[in-house]
């Protein structure tokens, strides 16, 4: 090997001498990635906040967050004239008058729709595969504040142009706070410096949404990555691998170069997006007016879910010593985004309480391997989705000829039956992939060779499974199970005696116990059963013989 | 008096003549009510259909109205179980509702939707049924072809009237929305600027009626301009999706998006380092 340039080693040395850089980089620059495609819907998030960061300074140069009165003379002519927002008006400058500023403002927001698709993407991901188990709880944790924050952000960020649709989101805002008992009125009024709309909650959005969250997701995000880092990425379970090693590529060169053309495929989409779909055009809309509302007047997608809670919930209210208690908005406004929120951040601990497993994991188990858990997260996933769904009712209703009233009264059976049936059909979907997996390890694959037996029967031929695919077949672990069991006095442990117990005894053994073990190929019906010789006998070499 | 004192005597008797008395009040109430009939309201209308040679239109549309319409708004237009009067909705009302095939109706659904006019309602035909119908009973005309103009008119006022009054049901850009029972607010996209003005002045279906001291004829213009200008640009930041807001843009970052994203995720981690030998 030729000795480097000089000009390299002598810098190099003098940095290397003084920052020990050259031994951490040797140690980190070797890492080693596993490659799977579903671990990089995570870099989609991280990629769309490093774009979201560029164009929102972009976009802070010109844009005005202030609610004094101006009147328009830009060249977007059909609100010449027109009485609006020094905000408005200086976000008309950027999309009509600005050079690049309306593609820019566009990616902007395809980024920012794109970030939260990610980090849902990427959460699912690490949820149905049971990423989060020890020691990475705390990563799932962090995962979790990640995305609400991510929500809050994109509630001020859509608030910020003030325009008829983001004045509509943030009336939306004030009533739930207004909802709040005792301390509503206050709050709203804290928030918006006095009546509503007032002449302060742009500038103070802008401030939290350029500085306050922006920070904190810097920082979460860093430390998310760093615990991933320092903990190692999960790996699907396979040929050579192990809970104690990682197989994959190393960060340099092989990953990196990934991750790089990953960044560069995700500014590409947004970029694609930004270029030819035109998002929240903020001139159709108008300048924002109390009196005024648009049809169709939705929240981007990730408030959608809180839109049809809304839309879905029957007038209550409640009047009690003169004070008003407005269910209508304040169960769902809290309750569905409680539910899931306080699901996610504590399901991790729940599933350890509930099978009792203190062990490290770091093998992503598959889905169907652990059957209640994918049960569920699609059940919380329909629940989530039909309350998106209604979220856009009047459109439903509208395109597809359905009666406004009717999509209501449906969604609010189905919130409550669609959860459960998801349930049951998800579980018997795991239980029937188990099974085929057990199959495939117990006798082999189809090989699409039909022969005849000496006796004139047919029978098809099956092949053993390629060892990959066996191997990660074999990669199923059990989930453990509470112990239970009465001792020789027929008295069940102290742990398991009390009404939470019991309880938790009996959630851990429907939790945890296996009902197609993989064994050795004894659970298949009989009449494959009766023809386990022939396959035997008829080898995967005899394939030639035959065509 | 020779030769005529008998004649004179014969009339004198005529006068005196038992049902000479009965014969003049006749005439006089025939001439009375012969002159009223001429002279009275309808009389009027019809004298004014005359002189403005529109008494052919009048029973052309008559003879339209009784083909087509009367079935459900009976004979006279006076209404019956499954559709109401038609005395006094006006040449605005009838231009409207048939002009953009809405009437005659198919069925007899939560609304009629706009669908292409009956074979036989050329611009005549409507604006004979529309002169029939406005002799009935009067109501709103048809606006003048300047009335509607939009090149006439303010887009930029016209805009907050549009934002105060119809985006509520119609959508920010008229792309139409929902209402109750099956009702819907229209997309505004195909209606012509005589229609959108008919339809403020006359309320068809489930919308109000907008009339001249609510909003006068010359915000109406506004509006038409702000309507028709906003429906005819081109969408600068590419491709509209619909115009229908947020909805739409989630789904395209979900389906789009997202799928363009995983397609490149598997075919990079599907570039596998050749094992060294």
Known sequence: MNAPPKAITGPSTFLDDRLGAGSFLKRNLRKIFPDHWSFLLGEIALYSFIILLLTGTFLTFWFKPSMGEVTYFGSYRELYGVRMSEAYQSALHISFDVRGGLLIRQIHHWAALMFVVGMMAHMLRVFFTGAYRKPRELNWLIGVILLTLALLEGLTGYSLPDDLLSGAGLRITEGVMLSIPVIGTYLAFFLFGGEYPGHDVISRFYTIHILLIPGILLALISAHLILMWVQKHTQMAGKDRTERNVVGAPFYPAFMAKSGAFFLFTFGVVALLGTFAQINPIWLFGPYNPANISAGSQPDWYMGFLEGALRIMPPWEINFLDHTLTLSVLIPALVPLGILMTGLALYPFIEQWVTGDRREHHFAERPRNNPHRTSIGISSITFYGILWLLGANDLISANFHIDLYTTTLIGRVVIFVGPAIAYWATYRICIGLQRKDAEVLSHGVESGVIKRMPSGEYIEVHTPAAEDIAEHIRGKHEIPVLESAEDGEGIPPKSARTPLGRLRTKMSAAYGTDHVPLGDGHVHGEHEEAHEDEHAAVGAGEHKQLH | ?277
């Not at chain 2, 509702?97 to 198919?106: D, E, I």
């Not at chain 2, 119908?133 to 930029?156: F, N």
């Not at chain 2, 029972?181 to 068809?204: F, H, W």
């Not at chain 2, 994203?261 to 050749?274: D, E, G, H, N, P």
Request: charged share 15%; net charge positive; aromatic share 6%.
């Open chain 2, 1 to 277: 008096m020779i030769g005529t004192g008998n004649s004179v005597n014969s009339i004198t008797a005529r006068r005196r003549h038992p049902l000479a008395r009965v014969a003049v009040v006749t005439l006089a109430l025939g001439l009375l009510g012969g002159g009223y009939a001429l002279a009275g309201p309808n009389g009027g209308a019809a004298d004014a259909a005359i002189a403005s040679g529109k008494a052919d239109d009048v029973a052309q549309g008559k003879s339209l109205f009784v083909a087509h319409c009367a079935s459900c708004h009976g004979l006279n237009a006076e209404g019956t179980a499954k559709a109401p009067t038609l005395v006094g909705v006006g040449a605005a009302a009838v231009d409207f509702q048939v002009s953009t095939g809405r009437m005659p109706a198919a069925d007899a659904g939560p609304q009629a939707p706009r669908k292409p006019r009956a074979d036989w309602a050329d611009d005549q035909a409507v604006s004979d049924l529309a002169a029939y119908v406005q002799s009935l009973g009067g109501g709103p005309t048809r606006p003048a072809a300047e009335e509607v103009d939009p090149a006439k008119g303010d887009p930029g006022k016209g805009g907050e009237l549009f934002r105060a009054n119809c985006i509520q049901c119609h959508n920010f850009v008229g792309a139409g929305g929902a209402l109750t029972y099956g009702k819907y607010a229209p997309p505004l996209n195909p209606a012509t600027p005589t229609q959108i003005y008919e339809a403020m002045v006359t309320g068809p279906q489930a919308m109000p009626v907008f009339n001249d001291s609510t909003i006068t004829p010359e915000q109406k213009r506004d509006m038409i301009a702000y309507i028709t200008n906003v429906r005819e640009q081109t969408d600068p930041g590419g491709s509209g999706l619909g115009r229908v807001g947020p909805v739409t843009e989630g789904l395209v970052a979900w389906v789009v998006g997202l799928s363009l994203l995983i397609l490149a995720s598997i075919w990079i981690t599907a570039k596998k380092r050749r094992a060294k030998a």
